[in-house]
Each structure stands twice: as C-alpha cells, then as structure tokens.
C-alpha cells in the first residue's frame, strides 16, 4: 500500500492532521482519528509530516486540518494528484505554502475586543489560518511584502486587505474589524438569511449567481414556497454576500455559480428573523 506525505507547519497543541475534501463526494466521512504528526528535524522543530495512505484519499483538493482533541487550530490546502507522492512546503507548485519567518496578524474589533474565528491569508494563494483564542493568525511566509485578506466571523464586514512586510526577520501586524448587524425579516414567518460565498483562497466572490429550492423539489421563489417557480437568480455584493428572504424551518438547497464553478449546500433555515451561511467555490 502506497502512502503519500505532506509536510505542514505545527505549532504548540496540534498533534494530529485529519484530511478533509474541499468538494467531498458523496457518503465521504471524515477519518475520525485522524493521522498523527511526525516531527521533521530537531526536537522544537515546526516542521511535520502527515502521513495518508494514499487509499484514504483522490485527487482533487484537500484542507489539511491541524489540531488536537480539543478541536482544529490550523490547516493547509494541498492539491493531490495520482503521481506525487511527497508535498514539502516550498516545492515549486506549492511555493504559497512556503516560509522561513512567521507573520503574526492579531485580529480585533474597533473596541481592541480579541476575535476567535476570522480566517486570514495571503492575497492570490490557498494558504491560511484562522485565528484563535487571544485573536491570533500565525502564517509562515519568506521575507516580502504581503496582502493580508481576512474573511471574518458572522456579525462584522470584510475589511480591506493589510499589507505586511517581512525583511528577515518574523513580523506583526494588526488586523481590525467593524461589527455589521444581520438584515432581519420584518415578517414573523421568515428569515432572512446572509450568505457569503469565498473562493477556495479565501477572498470573497462579487456576481456570483445564488438560487434555492427546497430539497427534493425544485427551485422555488425566495418570496413564498412555491415548488416549481424558478425565481431570478440573486448575487453577491461587494461583500461578497447575498441576502436571501426564506420560510423559517425550511431545509433547503443553495445553489452557488460563478463562471464556470458550481457548488451546493444544503442549509435549514433558522427559526429565527437573521441567519448566515457561508459557501466555498
């Protein structure tokens, strides 16, 4: 049995990796041991192998997921193929991933409040990292100068890029971000639902085209439940969202495109007057 190894960063608390598909097929299920870490270099060292037998997994693109038993702390994206067998950091088609020194982005509201939960990466590459308890995002990067692209948990806008420098040496940055109240369905019965959809690197997607149907029916209209009206279609702002006005309790399909991509999700829609969904093509 062939095994395939990809080297990732690890920092204090991560012990495990769990392989996840961005765009998993289905009746997929998670390994829920995952695959444990092996140290590369000297004790201390940041540097990890996973190693994945290589039926556990197809080609296509996967998130790395790091973390430990309390949870995921981190993640690598890395496209798998049928021919390679290693994928070390800074190997010519993952040079996104590679880093010498550490760019530590601390995320905050206007109030200095620490935020958990924002995901912040480098602008034009799969790589991120989502920070934590204390508000950090630690990234590995090589000395340059960087746009730092945040998407941010429910309840704040995507802030503009923060562009670092890194010259030798690891760098720090600030990230700061402004609350948003979610649109509220002013009728009893509804909800109004804000959906944000992101690329596969991370940034938000302006004019993609987003329709519902109810599942197992067809497309319906976001205004009533009617089963079989094809309404037009919604699409995303400059935030990369859209607000869809949908029946409370519903579960219903989302139907993402842009260009040439399609994505769906399934989604109950909360018995509540906001609700939030983010969709990743």
């Not at 996967?62 to 190997?91: F, H, M, Q």
Request: aromatic share 6%; net charge negative.
């Amino acid at each position: 049995m062939t095994n395939i190894k990809i080297m990732v960063r690890s920092y204090p608390g991560e012990t495990n990796a769990w392989m996840v598909p961005l765009y998993p097929p289905d009746g997929f299920s998670i390994k829920e041991e995952g695959y444990p870490l092996t140290e590369i270099g000297p004790s201390g060292s940041t540097s990890y192998w996973v190693t994945v037998p290589r039926e556990d997994i197809f080609p296509g693109y996967w998130s790395v997921a790091l973390g430990s038993a309390a949870g995921y702390l981190g993640s690598r994206v890395v496209v798998i193929d049928d021919a390679t067998d290693d994928y070390p950091i800074g190997a010519p088609d993952h040079t996104e991933d590679n880093g010498l020194y550490l760019i530590t982005a601390t995320v905050k509201d206007e109030d200095g409040k620490l935020i958990q939960g924002a995901r912040v990466g480098i602008a034009g590459t799969s790589y991120s990292r989502v920070s934590k308890v204390g508000g950090v995002a630690i990234i590995p990067a090589n000395s340059g100068t960087y746009s730092l692209v945040t998407i941010p948990p429910t309840g704040f806008e995507v802030p503009d890029p923060v562009s670092v420098t890194v010259d030798g040496d690891d760098a720090e940055t600030d990230i700061v971000l402004t609350a948003t109240t979610l649109p509220a369905s002013t009728d009893p019965t509804k909800c109004k639902v804000s959906l944000r959809v992101i690329s596969i690197t991370g940034s938000v997607i302006v004019g993609a085209r987003v329709t519902t149907r109810r599942a197992n029916c067809k497309t319906i209209a976001q205004s009533s439940l009617v089963l079989d009206g094809v309404h037009d279609p919604t699409t995303t702002n400059a935030n990369g969202i859209a607000v869809l006005e949908l029946a409370r309790g519903v579960t219903i399909v989302i139907t993402v495109r842009f260009g040439d991509e399609e994505q769906e999700i399934t989604y109950t829609v909360p018995d509540a007057a906001s609700g939030d969904a983010t969709v990743t093509v």
